[in-house]
């Protein structure tokens, strides 16, 4: 019997209708962003697609047509646990359908980190966004905790998954006024901008701040030479207000 990791999020983060998810992400991809052929991966935000699916929008559609495995890095929000766990499953189940996970790759992670399984929106958001864009690619689910080793993670991703595309699952700063949140997302920006896993701090307002971190020391050992904003918005452009803003950004790195 088959593994699956149930949808826990559908109806709140994102529809639960299958026509009507699938509609909506083709339209948050329909930006006339170009592929970056390239890239070895991404940030993209995970709140409610109302308040961050059209900056998400920007990174899928900007990320490489041919995608086979995705790993997707993405903070744990309601399971407290220290370090950083594989979903070693089958599949994770969206409105969409049977998302496969590649379990060569989550098999061997598993033999080197603990392996706990729990709901988590900031990766589940993730899922519809890749059935759509990539129809045929498989998953990797890493949830990191706290504490956790982003240099050894970064050194089992690439052990295991040395050609998959890297999502790290980040939304920046939380309930600030808005003048103060575009401030502190410009720092987390600008770290993210140099390459330097370093610069992404405990102090660094993103609740993803480990998941960017892993990615960006898979960045150095993969000899990426650059990455790129694409896209940077706040709940308040949503319409939420401007007094207690979430920021929501989309940066590519690429070789």
Request: net charge negative; charged share 20%.
């Amino acid at each position: 019997m088959a593994d699956i990791l149930k949808p826990a999020f559908a109806g709140s983060f994102y529809p639960a209708d299958s026509v009507i998810l699938e509609m909506k992400i083709r339209q948050l991809l329909d930006n006339r962003c170009e592929p970056l052929e390239n890239a070895v991966g991404m940030v993209v935000p995970h709140a409610g697609y109302i308040y961050s699916g059209k900056t998400a929008g920007y990174g899928f559609a900007s990320a490489p047509d041919s995608v086979s495995t995705v790993v997707i890095l993405a903070p744990s929000h309601r399971f407290p646990f220290r370090g950083e766990t594989v979903f070693d499953a089958d599949f994770a189940e969206t409105p969409l359908g049977m998302c496969p996970i590649n379990r060569a790759v989550t098999s061997g992670m598993a033999s080197e980190m603990e392996t706990i399984v729990f709901p988590e929106h900031s990766f589940e958001v993730m899922v519809p966004f890749i059935q759509v864009r990539w129809p045929d690619a498989e998953i990797v689910p890493v949830i990191l905790g706290i504490e956790p080793d982003c240099r050894r993670t970064a050194w089992l991703i690439q052990k295991y998954a040395p050609d998959a595309f890297i999502v790290a699952s980040s939304d920046l700063s939380h309930f600030y006024p808005l003048a103060t949140a575009e401030k502190l997302d410009r720092q987390t920006i600008d770290a993210f901008l140099a390459l330097s896993p370093e610069r992404i701090t405990d102090s660094i307002e993103a609740c993803g701040r480990s998941a960017i971190r892993t990615l960006l020391h898979v960045a150095v050992l993969r000899k990426a030479k650059k990455a790129v904003e694409l896209h940077y918005s706040t709940s308040a452009d949503a319409g939420a207000g401007t007094e207690e803003v979430v920021g929501y950004f989309s940066g590519m790195v690429t070789g």
